[in-house]
């Protein structure tokens, strides 16, 4: 329902914090970490398209329903309205507020499901980082604002927020699960870290956690 300046936030705090490097390498008398090149950027360009995905499956939702979707602003923040009368067509206005979170839900089952070349690669870890970073937003911080998906989708159905909320954070966790699981996304959530000299390494988990 909306495009806000708050997935500039889920940016700044998933990117850092989820997403490590792809592995380690250790020179004479400091830590250097071996990445692709351009990793940061594609993995920030991943994140981008995943939420410019969820914006455009709102969009096309609306004219495939006939809507007539507008932006505006909400408080100050950038929206797109549907054209959908919630009153009258709640079905129409669900479809359209659920999109969103559809398609990247989608997008992350296809990375995770679709053999492809370069499987785990910073790009996809990107976009697996947004779809999963914002159906945890909505199923939290994001849940109960006036424009917010999950409050019409509660609005719009028969589903409560914390019913929406269960789905969308719940398919998230899984998602995550599987993450784990799999060796083409090794140090998704963390990457370690070694010192010379040292028989002891730690983790970088957003900030650095340093061995004594």
Do not use: C
């Not at 923040?77 to 398609?103: E, M, W």
């Not at 053999?115 to 109960?144: D, M, Q, V």
């Amino acid at each position: 329902m909306r495009f806000a300046p708050k997935h500039l936030i889920l940016l700044s705090l998933v990117l850092p914090a989820a997403l490590g490097a792809q592995r380690s390498h250790l020179q004479t008398d400091s830590v250097t970490q071996i990445r692709p090149p351009h990793y940061w950027r594609n993995v920030s360009l991943g994140f981008i398209s995943s939420i410019l995905a969820h914006e455009a499956g709102h969009i096309v939702t609306a004219y495939a329903v006939g809507g007539h979707p507008t932006f505006g602003f909400n408080d100050g923040r950038p929206t797109i309205y549907s054209g959908i009368d919630a009153q009258t067509d709640p079905h129409k206005q669900f479809l359209f507020s659920s999109a969103g979170l559809n398609v990247q839900a989608v997008m992350d089952e296809l990375v995770l499901d679709v053999p492809h070349p370069g499987k785990g690669g910073s790009f996809e870890r990107g976009i697996l980082a947004g779809g999963i970073a914002t159906a945890y937003f909505y199923a939290t911080l994001g849940r109960n604002a006036s424009v917010s998906d999950i409050t019409f989708m509660a609005e719009t159905s028969s589903l409560s927020k914390t019913q929406a909320s269960l789905i969308y954070a719940g398919l998230a966790t899984v998602q995550m699960f599987r993450i784990s699981l799999d060796h083409h996304y090794a140090n998704f959530f963390m990457r370690p870290w070694s010192q010379p000299g040292k028989d002891k390494g730690g983790m970088n988990l957003g900030v650095a956690i340093l061995p004594d």
